[in-house]
């Protein structure tokens, strides 16, 4: 397989599917994300200090992956109020976070004037001490809440925007392909809900992430269509910050104990996605983040060497993954990244949510 070629020119759906069918090219493949890596980046890790505020665990959604949902009736059910949210971000502030990543379950309560009280209490407060950057609300979320307060979404997302929604993530993506959705997430917006969410938001000038869950019951022709239609959005809106590959924790997952899903992603295939997704993003989407919930730390080092060039954050407080059977801890200190990315040869730079340098 001739992989230069790729380095400077387009790559296929059929190219990309006999990427991760490959088996004798394996570190052939992560080279030569590597090198389009530095040569579109350079050398330059960077992160976040910021602190993730799930503010309730009730929701309403049936999907077969999660194991952080409760009942509105179950003695672990959590709901914070807009207080103690904005309590919680004036505590990140001071701590020296820049973000505060905001989402939670499909909690019947919650519309977008919830929402938008959230943004106004967390700005307010943390004015004072000089704002902070609030991430919050997936697409799932922002369709959920426009609907019990019988708005549209482009409606709710300009009354998020003018209340300080600052950026959203692009979960609740899983993979894009309906057919998967059906078994994975039935219930859960359909792959061009999904897509109007994010078009809608950036072309009101709200960016996003951009994610995939895979590892589960997808195949290698899912993870390439779902990949190309982030592509085919990032080209039409140039709205994605970044892409942010998420394996599959299977441990404590619903799908996996029925016997309907396989037990999360090999290593292998972690790697791959890296690499792969470097070699079809390229600069179009500049930034690929490690999720080290999901790898740990040593597996993240490595994908720092296929073709990622982001640590994420420092977290503090995740318990979406932890629910599904995460092993890598919630909270990871800025000494600690930087460490991890100075000895693998590499240079941290602090940035913020939309990759402007700190530092």
């Known amino acids: 397989m001739d992989l230069e070629k790729y380095c400077e020119r387009n790559i296929s759906k059929k190219a990309c599917i ?12 992560l080279k030569c994300a590597d090198d389009i ?40 059910a959590y709901f914070l109020d807009t ?7 004036l505590d990140a502030k001071k701590f020296g976070c820049t973000e505060v990543c905001i989402q939670g379950g499909l909690h019947p309560k919650v519309d ?21 950057h609030i991430h919050a609300f997936s697409p799932m979320e922002i369709k959920f809440g426009a609907e019990n307060a019988g708005l549209d979404i482009k409606e709710a997302l300009k009354i998020l925007k003018e209340n300080g929604l600052n950026t959203m993530p692009g979960t609740a993506a899983e993979i894009l392909d309906d057919e ?30 951009s994610t995939m869950m895979y590892g589960h019951i997808e195949e290698y022709k899912h993870i390439v269509n779902h990949l190309f239609i982030l592509k085919s959005i990032q080209e039409e809106t140039n709205g994605f910050t970044e892409f942010v590959p998420l394996s599959f924790m299977h ?17 292998l295939e972690d790697l791959k996605v890296y690499a792969i997704s470097r070699i079809l993003f390229k600069d179009i989407i500049k930034n690929i983040q490690v999720s080290w919930v999901k790898l740990g730390f040593k597996m993240s080092q490595i994908a720092l060497k296929c073709g990622a060039n982001d640590f994420g954050g420092t977290l503090i407080e995740e318990n979406i993954s932890k629910s599904a059977g995460a092993e890598h801890g919630v909270y990871v200190s800025v000494n ?13 730079k602090q940035r913020d949510t939309v990759y402007k340098i700190l530092e």
């Open 83 to 89: 207080d103690e949210i904005a309590k919680r971000a």
């Open 180 to 209: 998967v959705r059906a078994e994975l997430c039935p219930s859960k917006l359909s792959t061009k809900e999904w897509i109007d969410v994010i078009k809608t938001a950036h072309k009101l000038g709200i960016k996003t992430t």
């Open 37 to 76: 890596r530095k040569k579109i980046v350079g050398d330059v890790v960077t992160y976040v200090i910021n602190r993730n505020i799930n503010f309730t665990n009730i929701c309403i959604g049936d999907c077969k992956f999660c194991a952080f949902r409760a009942g509105e009736k179950d003695k672990n």
């Open 251 to 267: 441990k404590l997952a619903p799908i996996y104990h029925e016997g309907r899903a396989r037990g999360g992603a090999t290593g």
């Open 18 to 29: 006999e990427l991760f069918e490959d088996t004798e090219n394996f570190f052939n493949i």
């Open 112 to 132: 977008t004037y919830f929402q938008a009280e959230v943004l106004k209490k967390v700005h307010d407060i943390t004015k004072p001490y000089g704002d902070i």
């Open 336 to 348: 600690e990244i930087k460490d991890m990315i100075l000895r693998i040869g590499r240079i941290p």
